[in-house]
């Protein structure tokens, strides 16, 4: 789900080095996430690893909590729609807590990286479906459902690139290594037989297609990768993270209203004022055109540290 409703570039308050040390990057979480969502997650992560929970168990956990939700934004009563907002505060929440207690407890997996945007996407399923089928029932014609289809769609490519920027960011501009390419994937998706792995071949079969959709929306950050990995093998130099973070970061502040903090409280609007249809074309509108526009600025950056490498090769 990740930060949003803003990124800070400074921080507003010293949080103790434990807890610091359970965010993905302290630049890139959301105002909300980081005074609210995060903080009440580190202490569930330290209370899930007493219980020798899992990740994985945290992350299905706070999926029942968002489907609920999405079934509860059927109804018409203005009073159950906001028990389904408090039952989405307590998903986002438990999405907080497992990568928390995932980095707390060195349990950082491929699988727990893709679960969580898939029962992300369970979640916003069940959200759409039951607002569809609250509208139909509520007087409007079937086009609804392809309102509701183009939208859903629309969602997920927009959290999909969102994400990709995100992961990008870890890469680029601060040193990390959880940063897969479809090529890669590839690769490894024909290593796994059916026969006898067949959980994990359907899970990265699911992975390798939104990678394919990434680098499909964004393929200035494939093209980007490929130019590091072949000038500077497996480490990006410091000059090098330091010009992508001065260039992207301030894109973040965008990004982060195409994430689930600016929907949830979107969706909150529109349940007070008994409008929830406009949130599809909220999500058609607003959404694809910032998409759009983010999509050609990163680019256009994406271009620019591309020839940044060409003028340090010059200049050598």
């Avoid at 707390?104 to 089928?133: C, E, F, K, M």
């Avoid at 990995?229 to 973070?245: I, L």
């Avoid at 990004?255 to 929830?276: A, D, E, H």
């Avoid at 959404?287 to 759009?292: D, E």
Wanted: hydrophobic share 45%.
């Amino acid at each position: 789900m990740g930060s949003d409703l803003g990124t800070i570039s400074k921080p507003r308050s010293q949080p103790s080095p434990e807890i610091d040390a359970t965010y993905k990057s302290r630049e890139l979480e959301g105002i909300v996430d980081l005074f609210f969502y995060r903080r009440i997650g580190f202490r569930l992560a330290q209370f899930f690893a007493r219980l020798n929970f899992t990740p994985t168990s945290v992350t299905l956990i706070g999926g029942v909590f968002g489907v609920v939700a999405g079934h509860l934004y059927f109804y018409q009563a203005l009073a159950v729609n906001l028990i389904g907002m408090l039952f989405h505060v307590v998903a986002n929440i438990f999405d907080n807590a497992d990568g928390q207690l995932a980095r707390l407890t060195n349990q950082q997996t491929r699988i727990g990286r893709i679960l969580d945007p898939i029962v992300d996407h369970v979640i916003w399923l069940s959200i759409y479906v039951h607002l569809a089928l609250r509208l139909h029932i509520g007087g409007f014609s079937g086009a609804i459902w392809i309102l509701a289809l183009a939208a859903g769609l629309s969602h997920g490519l927009q959290a999909g690139a969102a994400d990709y920027c995100r992961n990008a960011y870890l890469y680029f501009g601060k040193g990390g290594r959880e940063f897969d390419s479809a090529s890669k994937l590839e690769r490894e998706y024909r290593q796994y037989a059916w026969s006898t792995h067949a959980w994990s071949k359907f899970l990265l079969r699911l992975y390798l297609n939104a990678m394919h959709e990434q680098e499909l929306l964004l393929p200035g950050i494939r093209r980007l990768r490929e130019t590091t990995e072949n000038t500077f093998a497996d480490s990006v130099p410091a000059w090098f993270q330091s010009r992508y973070r001065d260039l992207v970061l301030p894109t973040f502040k965008w990004w982060s209203l195409l994430m689930t903090n600016t929907r949830m409280l979107v969706l909150l609007v529109l349940f007070l004022i008994r409008q929830p249809v406009w949130y599809f074309w909220l999500e058609l509108t607003a959404g694809n055109l910032l998409l759009v526009c983010l999509i050609f600025w990163q680019e256009k950056m994406s271009r620019s540290l591309i020839q940044s490498f060409t003028t340090q090769k010059d200049s050598a």
